[in-house]
Structures are given as C-alpha cells and as structure tokens.
Antibody
Framework: QVQLVQSGAEVKKTGASVRVSCQAS????????IHWVRQAPGQSLEWMAW????????KYSQNFQGRVTVTRDASASTAYMELSSLTSEDTAVYYC????????????WGQGTLVTVSS | QSALTQPASVSGSPGQSITISCTGT?????????VSWYQKHPGKVPKLMIY???NRPSGVSNRFSGSKSGNTASLTLSGLQAEDEADYYC??????????FGGGTKLTVL
C-alpha cells in the first residue's frame, strides 16, 4: 500500500538544526510532489515547503525566512526536511505528505515526527 | 503567507447539520478551485475529507460536502455523529505555488 514512513523523534538544543526523513513505498516516488507541514502544540497546521521529487524543484514558505531546506534521494525513495537555527517555537510535530493531485490534496501523510527544542 | 480564517469552534447535536466557513482572498480561495478540508483527531494524522472544493476521496462518508462562493469555502457535515468531533482545517493553493491552511475549527458534538 502507499505509505510514508518518517524518522523518529528528535530533541535539539536552541540554535541547532534538525533533519527529518520521509521514506515512500508502494508507488513511484518520482511521480508525486512531497509537502512538509508542521503543527506546534495547540496550534494550527502550518505549510512549510514542497519538493518535486522528479526534478528536485522546491518552494518554501516565506514564514521560515530561509531556515528550511527540502531535498530528496530518488534512489532511496526518500525526502528530507532540514530546519536550522531552531528555537522553542519550532517545537512541533512535522509531517510529510504526498500531493495526490492539484492543490493541497495530501494523501497519504507520514506518521509525524516530534521535534522538541530546548535550551 | 496569511492563514485562512475559520471560526474557532462550532457545535451541534447528533443528527443535526453544521457548516464551517473558511475565508481567504482572491489570491487563494477565490482564485483557484484547489481547496481541501482535513479532519484531525488529537494525536492522529490529518485525514483528507474534501479536495478540489467539493470532491470526496473514496471511503469518506457522503455526510461530508464542500462548496465555495467567491473567497469563502465551506464544509458541511450532515447527520452529526459523535465520531465527527475533531478539529477541521481548510487549505488552499496560493498564487505563486504556495499553500496555506486555516486556523482550524473545533467541532463539538453535544
């Protein structure tokens, strides 16, 4: 079945960087764009970025001011999201999701990765 | 990017119908037929309920329906059930190939 499996929970210090992976299975990885979305405790979903897994083209939310980078390794069917200069406000569950059609039609989602940032 | 505007909460009794609104601008909801709705239970992964304004993925109950008028999209749930109690988020494509989400609406089934 179509599935996205993310890497495990992370605990980071303020100012550090974190990289979350998202491994796809059950479909042709390079045929679908992967998006990254996060949810901080008690907050709404927040879109971060997307990557065209076929050609590597990316798009980022202005809200992250250059701190987020998304990449992919097509040979491993895996996408990555790196967030730098972490603060406590970056404590959140980070999700990857496959764009199943036009617009924000996400299906499936990864299981989520909790990133905790502390001083 | 600014978030789409949703009511913080709505409520209804079992069997009733409720509607959740999602207001944007001509640069997002008003400009494209790319609005999705997600249901999220605490600690669970978001679930796609509606895509492209009014389409239901296979397996989603026909009690869920979506529509759009101008810069406002709406999600309607009919025949409310206890299991519908969750947070609901709208999402839209934005000019420039970005995406935005609404602030979320907490649905309480009384």
């Amino acid at each position: 079945q179509v599935q996205l499996v993310q890497s495990g929970a992370e605990v980071k210090k303020t100012g550090a960087s974190v990289r979350v992976s998202c491994q796809a299975s059950g479909y042709t990885f390079t045929s679908y764009t992967i998006h990254w979305v996060r949810q901080a405790p008690g907050q709404s979903l927040e879109w971060m970025a997307w990557i065209d897994t076929g050609n590597g083209k990316t798009k980022y939310s202005q809200n992250f001011q250059g701190r987020v980078t998304v990449t992919r390794d097509a040979s491993a069917s895996t996408a990555y999201m790196e967030l730098s200069s972490l603060t406590s406000e970056d404590t959140a569950v980070y999700y990857c999701a496959r764009q199943a059609g036009g617009g924000p039609r996400y299906d499936p989602w990864g299981q989520g990765t909790l990133v905790t940032v502390s001083s | 990017q600014s978030a789409l505007t949703q009511p913080a909460s709505v409520s209804g009794s079992p069997g009733q119908s409720i509607t959740i609104s999602c207001t944007g601008t001509s640069s997002d909801i008003g400009g494209y037929n790319y609005v999705s709705w997600y249901q999220k239970h605490p600690g669970k992964v978001p679930k796609l309920m509606i895509y492209d304004v009014s389409n239901r993925p296979s397996g989603v109950s026909n009690r869920f329906s979506g529509s759009k008028s101008g810069n406002t999209a709406s999600l309607t749930l009919s025949g409310l059930q206890a299991e519908d109690e969750a947070d609901y988020y709208c999402s839209s494509h934005i000019r420039g190939d970005s995406v935005t989400f609404g602030g979320g609406t907490k649905l309480t089934v009384l």
